[in-house]
């Protein structure tokens, strides 16, 4: 091919390169009165977030930390962790979010391999980094983070704490330019096998998600979540693929941002009613636990709009959402896709269907944002059909996508496969380009000859009125290949047997929607279901169990 | 500096360039049977628009055009051009927008300039070429446009029609990958002084401007410029700074679009009612042309948001344009400057405020949009006081500002100084960040011992209620230095003299708003006022009549 004429290095400004720091002018700019709140704690406003990132960045630097340097954050969802994902990649280091729910050793096990240098510690995880302290390799300082008056005791040798290092530290500082592809994140996605593995993402590829995100949820009409006059909160953790991005996006725009710290339900819903928040981003599981408090009854929601993403969004909480006034819309993405790559796709005329049906098209996966490429294929790497039936693995090319797992190339193999990234995940698409995921490839029941989405029998199960949540694993059975193996919780007062989900799963049945082989045989009963770290079924340990 | 870790590159799709095509992706994707109109003779969808794009460049690829060559169009506004928009740079090779208001020996100068391998040309400007056909050097292949059923006849001999050459062409092109930094589009920006001269922009910065574009008038509650629901038509050309970069975001939203084809004010109004247009972008000529029209007194306008920019938005303008209904805004920016830079921000309360007192905010040039940085410097490229009064050279930093001038790098050592690049306009910054523009640097009128913004004068002029459009330059005198010197336009059957507008001037001495030496000694009534070939007034023909 020939050469197309290339813009030649220049020494003047057009090489403006795609900074985190960039991400931070405008919401200051347009507002610097506006707030930022820290649950019923405190609050204060961008040109205070501006200061305290100055602040931030030089008793960083002043302890040691240079570019290249890692840093790591374990706190609540808070606006110090806000002035961390900005400050900590402004001046060159690395942030490392480390996921606070995972066990000692694995989070001992993500900081080595992160090979932090520097770690920020909320006294609430002090005791963990305590009884594994002798097993970290890396950390050169400790740096305490409290909401207390003064820090908790702790044999840790600190540095001290956050905020008196804050008030120490200049509020002056020089950000430098650097090259648009320097790592400015990294985290951990935990597997159901072998050791969480780690996926990083650039400055370029923060600020390219940040600007197709306003591209998306700011632009349409029908999904208005981020606009100017919004009021964010987010209840996926900080530290879980940066809260969606969604806190960068927010700050670029300047809308008001309230950080709830810790999840809990009653809190989150005060939150919510007291500020009136119009935008979350949620999983299920947390959505579920604030739909079930007392005070979401008196709460007037109908100008909160929520993202569902992590697991898919049942009919029945999307129902339960809607019935309280709640917009509900799924978003799509995992860790390894920084995360945005589709949202539900509403159009005018679907905003005056009946609930139902309005439900029916929020529980779709969606339709891939601005700048995201979306394709489903057959294992040889054919895409398959898009005529809503036909199912195929997603796979997907975006300027966001992590490049491989850190310092494990092999294991990133099946991720990078002919130039898309494999997703895992099993769907159909239609033919105006809805996805519909239906399943994780390891997770789909191979019965009767047919692939059998262990989700799709998880969603017309817990349509049953006295179901609260459902999760559905194949188990091995001589005659089918599989059979599908449930587990069931049940909603308070409520009592079911195996039956009545028989005859409920009969209907769909009958309906032509699921094969009778799809009807599980064996259903267990019980008070909860095992979930991941970050809120999904956890299907690996259901299997083990079943196994054992 | 110590090294921040950076992205190896590797053989995977994690490199996404940033390439126009990119931007195509969503809107068919969201709404492929959105229409785009063509005036009041066709319409087609955005899966047609799509099926016309590969096409086009099957046609031009034929034709032999390559990744590297220059293909130029001349055509009004129309969605043929909205395909050239996408065809030419996708297939690797430079849109050469040609400015069709330049002299034909521009016209001439402007495509050997920019070495123009193909032509598009539109039967209405075919007598242009005919006319100088010898003097072009490089053109390979002459495409004929036509809004006929056939295309006139021609001296010129030409591969064929438009039309005709995209019904044989295949509908399937297999877009390359290249790099994002390459030439997209170049066009020539007409100085006051000497020859025009070519700005040119990448990829990487059309998609970035595409995509910051979204996070501003997309995003703003009080500014609902491009919304999912928007219908949008241009009235400035698409020859002049790619129609502002408007149609690349709204072919990535997937919203309605109109192109009015050519700019006569009774079709515009018309078009705007049959359409329910939501957005334009405007110089203030051309919209005072509109507002002239007999139909936009029986128009609902109260949906139509329009930005202005080009010249100042006048408060008359603005106020008079209010009055019926229609939202006005400013944007700011310049060819150099692909063009967005900022616009007028307006605050939940602001909409509250009497129309008067909205006009004093949306007459103003506004706050930066995301990721622009905007300064202004004394002589010396110090930063002056952000007070509202203080003045300085207008400087900014942008993902998307041109390198340099085409072949002619010596005439932007003016443009780029210090890693900024200079505006060449005066103004002031008030504390809230909000810009006003009060003159280019070289209409400043500098009298009396002090710098008098022509413009500030012009505005003021324009606000007797007799007057319809002033133009004041400086003249030389020996007293004051200089003494302003106006030229002023009457409304239909108004007839006022030079001591009625010395009059009127009296009361903004009176009132300490300027200083006395502000007020004119010499007018001229005149029918029309000098513009430019886009529309500005000209300044410089202006002050050479007065020296002739």
Chains 1, 2 share one sequence.
């Not at 200051?28 to 707030?35: F, I, K, S």
């Not at 996926?236 to 941002?257: D, E, I, N, S």
């Not at 709460?299 to 809607?322: E, P, R």
Request: charged letters at 25%; proline letters at 6%.
């Amino acid at each position: 091919m020939a050469q197309t004429r290339i813009l030649k290095p220049a020494d003047n400004a057009y090489q403006y390169p795609l900074l985190i720091k960039r991400l931070l002018m405008s919401g200051p700019r347009y507002n610097p009165d506006q707030e930022i709140v820290y649950a019923n704690r405190s609050k204060y406003t961008y040109k205070d977030l501006v200061d305290r990132i100055h602040r931030l960045a030089n008793a960083l630097t002043d302890a040691g930390v240079k570019p290249g340097d890692t840093v790591a954050v374990m706190d609540w969802d808070t606006p110090r962790y806000l002035e961390c994902f900005f400050a900590i990649p402004m001046i060159g280091a690395i942030l490392h979010t480390v996921n606070v729910r995972l066990s000692p050793e694995q989070i001992v096990y993500t900081m080595n391999h992160a090979e932090d240098d520097v770690v920020l510690v909320h006294d609430d995880f002090m005791p963990i980094i305590e009884s594994v302290k002798d097993e970290i390799k890396t950390v050169k300082t400790w740096i305490q983070v409290t909401d207390e008056a003064s820090a908790k005791a702790t044999s840790i040798d600190t540095l001290g704490e956050y905020e008196e290092l804050l008030a120490k530290a200049d509020n002056q500082f020089d950000f430098p330019d650097f090259d648009e592809n320097s790592v400015a994140t990294t985290f951990y996605t935990t597997g159901t096998t072998g050791n969480p593995k780690g996926v990083y993402f650039s400055h370029r590829q923060l600020v390219l998600h940040t600007l197709a995100m306003t591209g998306s949820i700011s632009a349409y009409d029908e999904m208005p979540l981020l606009r100017s006059s919004s009021v964010y909160m987010p209840v996926t953790p900080m530290f879980h693929v940066h809260a969606w991005g969604v806190p960068y996006a927010a700050t670029m725009l300047g809308v008001k941002q309230v950080y709830p710290g810790r999840y809990e339900p009653e809190l989150l819903v005060d939150l919510i009613k007291t500020h009136r928040v119009s935008m979350s981003h949620c999983v299920p599981t947390v959505m579920q636990m604030m739909m079930a408090t007392e005070s979401i009854k008196t709460a007037d929601l109908s100008n909160w709009h929520v993202l569902i993403g992590g697991s898919a969004l049942t009919k029945g909480l999307c129902d339960a959402a809607a019935r309280l006034g709640i917009h509900m819309y799924t978003g799509y993405g995992m860790s390894e896709t920084c995360p945005l790559l589709s949202t539900t796709h509403l159009k005018p005329e679907d905003l005056d269907l009946p609930l139902e049906q309005q439900t029916a098209i929020r529980v779709k996966t969606g339709i891939a944002v601005p700048m995201v490429e979306l394709e489903i294929v057959d294992p040889d790497g054919n895409p398959v059909p898009h005529d809503g039936e036909a199912k195929g693995e997603v796979v997907t090319r975006a300027p966001w996508l992590t490049q491989s797992y850190f310092k494990e190339p092999e294991k990133g193999e099946d991720l990078w496969q002919g130039g898309w990234l494999h997703t895992g995940d099993v769907a159909s698409m239609e033919p105006d380009n809805t996805l519909t995921i239906k399943d994780r490839i390891k997770d789909v029941i191979k019965t009767g000859g047919e692939w059998l989405s262990s989700l799709d029998l998880e969603n017309l199960i817990s349509q049953h009125p006295a179901v609260a949540g459902a999760a559905v694993v194949g188990v091995p059975d001589e005659k089918w290949g599989e059979r599908p193996y449930a587990l069931v919780t049940l909603k308070p007062g409520e009592n079911i047997g195996l039956e009545d989900i028989q005859k409920h799963l009969q209907q769909f049945v009958d309906s032509g929607d699921i094969n009778k082989w799809a009807i599980p045989g064996q259903i267990d009963f019980v008070e909860d279901i095992p979930k991941t770290s970050v809120g999904k079924i956890n299907k690996k340990l259901i299997r083990d169990q079943l196994t054992d």
